[in-house]
């Protein structure tokens, strides 16, 4: 399973890094990706990373802010997201693709093991 954190209430324009940690998986390589969901609302791919060569996918609202990246001997990876805008308050949670291990999409009943996410609130 993975256990999400790292997130907080900041303001626009200031950061925060979350963080994904996996556990109870065997050696192997995957395709992770960052979600976020607001309450009433479509779960939304953020971001991916495929854990054998580090390639990346962003989704255009987040593209030059968010920065994915993995740290494979800690299973571990992580969101940097800078200029945060009100309209990133979300719950934030890491899933991994059920089949292949380069990103390629973000169909959410294609993704497992969910984690409880972390709430990220922007607001001043």
């Known amino acids: 399973q993975f256990v999400e954190s790292g997130g907080g209430l900041v303001q626009p324009g200031e950061s925060l890094r979350l963080s994904c940690a996996a556990s109870?998986?065997?050696?192997?390589?995957?395709?992770i990706a960052w979600f976020r969901q607001a309450p009433g609302k479509e779960r939304e791919g953020v971001s991916c990373?495929?854990?054998?060569?580090?390639?990346?996918d962003y989704a255009d609202s987040v593209k030059g802010r968010f920065t994915i990246s993995r740290d494979n001997a800690k299973h571990t990876v992580y969101l940097q997201m800078n200029s945060l805008k009100p309209e990133d308050t979300d719950v934030y949670s890491c899933?991994?693709?059920?089949?292949?291990?380069?990103?390629?999409?973000?169909?959410?009943?294609?993704?497992?093991?969910w984690g409880q996410g972390t709430q990220v609130t922007v607001s001043s």
């Open positions: 109870g998986f065997g050696e192997g390589y995957s395709a």
């Open positions: 899933a991994v693709h059920g089949g292949g291990s380069y990103c390629s999409g973000y169909v959410p009943s294609e993704y497992r093991y």
């Open positions: 990373i495929s854990t054998r060569d580090g390639s990346t």
